[in-house]
């Protein structure tokens, strides 16, 4: 198994499973379980297992040893992607200066809201302590939310896929939250609550339906990602965790 260790490994299996998620995508029509991103994470968790019986591994050791030099690489790009999101918010910033106020308060209050309704729901169904680490930064978009999972003593795989299922089931359930909310008519609204709830892809959704919407998308992004930051640390210490 040691030429698996080459990072190329890495790189060539997510673009593969990537790949098939946009011709999936595509040959559905946008169909929500084939967002390419999900579709990723599903088809690259069977192809880890499939190889690890092969080889007489364990899936850890596959994923560690064979995928993990590779995929650290495209984890990199996250990073950058990340700050990209400063793009449509400096050219809508306009709006920003004008409702800063609210939008900050208003995501700061629904971090904390969060926090104590993900560990409500996680001990509810009875999530070992390290599954409840691991929820608590799923607010955040994934380049910020695994270290700070890790940094909390979760477990960073599972809050990557928690990551991806909310931009999956944002993707699919978008316009209409957006409709049972009655956001149609508040544009800040929208971008602040598909970029808060979906990260990244939300974000994408939300570009698709305006400037400010993607601007106010663009900022829920970061501003989460700073907020969390500061709060994930605090509350996991003062609830024990």
Known sequence: MHFLSNPLFGVFLSLVVYEIGEYLFKKTKGFFLTQPLFVAMVLGI???????KMFHVTTAQMYTQAYKPGGDLIFWFLNPATIAFAVPLYKRNDVFKKNWV???FGLLIGTFISLFAITGVAKLIRLSRVGVASMLSQSATTAIALP????????PAVTAMACILN???IYA???YLVKWFRL???????GLGLGTAGHTVGSAFALQLGSVQGAMAAVSVVLIGVIDNLAVPVFASFMGL
């Open 46 to 52: 069977i192809v880890l297992v499939i190889m690890a």
């Open 184 to 190: 149609e008519s508040d544009p800040v609204g929208e």
């Open 173 to 175: 359930l978008g316009k």
């Open 102 to 104: 609210v939008i900050f």
């Open 167 to 169: 931009a999956v089931i």
């Open 148 to 155: 700070l999972s890790a940094g909390v003593g979760g477990n």
